[in-house]
């Protein structure tokens, strides 16, 4: 199996910033897609960042220029730096790993933007 716990969530304020972290363990050949997503209440889940196979990175537009995904192979830990926040983005941040056809979620982690 594969497990995805994610860290690093917390209360800051507006223009504050954070670092999510992602750590994988298990079977974990064969990673074709990983990446950052986000729901906040009423709202559906969505794209913040990905690394596609090859290191293509894509970034959602509501948080270009302010959010950096990264990974550590070594430690097999996926990483969201994020600087500037903003009310809006607040949300439950989940990690995200497709390893061949099958989706791998954790368990997500809170980030709260004060004013």
């Known amino acids: 199996q594969v497990q995805l716990v994610e860290s690093g969530g917390g209360l800051v304020q507006a223009g504050g910033s954070l670092k999510l972290s992602c750590a994988a363990s298990?079977?974990?050949?064969?990673?074709?897609?990983m990446g950052w997503y986000r729901q906040s209440p009423g709202k559906r889940r969505e794209l913040v960042a990905v690394?596609?196979?090859?290191?293509?990175?894509n970034y959602a537009d509501s948080v270009k220029g302010r959010v950096t995904i990264s990974r550590d192979n070594t430690k097999n830990t996926m990483y969201l730096q994020m600087n500037g926040l903003k009310t809006e983005d607040t949300a439950v941040y989940y990690c995200?790993?497709?390893?061949?056809?099958?989706?791998?979620w954790g368990q997500g982690t809170q980030v709260t933007v004060s004013s």
């Open positions: 690394i596609l196979g090859g290191g293509t990175i």
């Open positions: 298990g079977t974990l050949d064969n990673i074709n897609f």
């Open positions: 995200y790993h497709r390893i061949v056809e099958t989706d791998y």
